[in-house]
């Protein structure tokens, strides 16, 4: 493993250039201000007609139409989801300049070839591993939430030394950066969610709700058996792993995790995770998700609803309610 601090990086490469950043969601939010606040030269690309334009206005960034954000930059990180990047990008190209470093926070695009950048471009990856809000609050704190970088193309000779500069910018070399692969990247960030974070964990709770529901048990108590005390185990788990867990829930709750885990995820689940895994590298499933957003994505629709109308989303609504501090 290679892993990079702020000893590592020099952020001055950088000084007096221009950083173009491409979408103002979560991510784009974050890294524009940590960058603003670093002391670079920050640009935010919007359409004027979009409902982010007013909103980087009023953080007091420098924001322009796409086209000319990028005319004048030395970075241009794309920050836009996934399935809108092809499209920006080919919209965007011709005003980029020669041997300017196009960034990525996920390698799908490139990875999956929906984008195949100019060959005098360099293209990297700084990928922080936490949300936007948490990458701006860590800044704010003085600390920093881990990155991994990746290059994938290099033209210049020093698109790693530039990605360093930026991951430093927006406080990721406080915390370390990892170099990784755009492969690498792309791959175990869709496998965690889909068979752990997102699709794995929700799966689990449902299925919980469901089993003590039709046993009898009251919808209310099995909220919070299974969905409201996740967020406890996950603190643990996130702040000290399973060291730390062991050692804050009960011996009955550790005896219980260590018999019937087992039983739950068993040598079937496994199998299912590698079938995943499969789909994801032999480009299956991103092939399925191209051709779903080409189509207008009704079955994501579909399977939406579903899951927004299943009965524990009823009752955590009402039982969510009367927790004010949730808001906070």
Request: with cysteine; aromatic share 8%.
């Amino acid at each position: 493993m290679q892993m990079y601090s702020e000893a590592d990086v020099d952020i001055t490469c950088l000084a007096e250039r221009q950083i173009t950043i491409l979408g103002y969601g979560s991510q784009g939010r974050a890294h524009a201000l940590n960058l603003k606040d670093s002391g670079f030269n920050v640009v935010v690309g919007l359409r004027a007609s979009g409902a982010s334009w007013d909103k980087a206005k009023a953080d007091g960034l420098n924001v322009m139409e796409p086209n000319a954000a990028v005319k004048d930059a030395t970075i241009v990180m794309f920050l836009t989801p996934d399935m809108v990047q092809k499209a920006l990008y080919q919209s965007v190209v011709d005003d980029i300049p020669q041997g300017a470093t196009l960034m990525f926070a996920h390698g799908f695009a490139i990875h999956y070839k929906q984008v195949e950048p100019r060959s005098d471009l360099n293209v990297a990856l700084i990928a922080p591993k936490g949300p936007g809000g948490l990458v701006r609050r860590q800044y704010e704190d003085g600390h920093g939430v881990p990155c991994l970088v990746a290059v994938n193309q290099d033209a210049s000779g020093d698109a790693l030394k530039i990605a360093l500069a930026y991951a430093a910018g927006i406080g990721g070399a406080r915390a370390g950066v990892i170099e990784t692969t755009f492969a690498e990247e792309t791959e175990t960030d869709l496998f965690g969610e889909q068979a752990v974070l997102c699709g794995g964990a929700t799966e689990l709770i449902v299925a919980g709700f469901e089993t003590l529901v039709e046993a009898g048990y009251q919808p209310e108590v099995a909220y919070y058996e299974v969905m409201h005390e996740l967020k406890l185990i996950v603190d643990l788990l996130h702040e000290g792993g399973l060291k730390k867990m062991h050692k804050f829930i009960s011996d009955t709750a550790a005896w219980g995790d260590m018999i019937s885990g087992p039983r739950v995820v068993d040598a079937a689940s496994r199998a299912a995770m590698k079938d995943v895994l499969n789909d994801i590298q032999d480009g299956t499933f991103a092939r399925n998700w191209i051709a779903e957003n080409e189509n207008g994505m009704p079955e994501f629709k579909r399977m939406m609803q579903t899951d927004l109308d299943h009965p524990i989303e009823k009752v955590g609504q009402d039982l969510r309610g009367r927790m004010d501090w949730l808001e906070e």
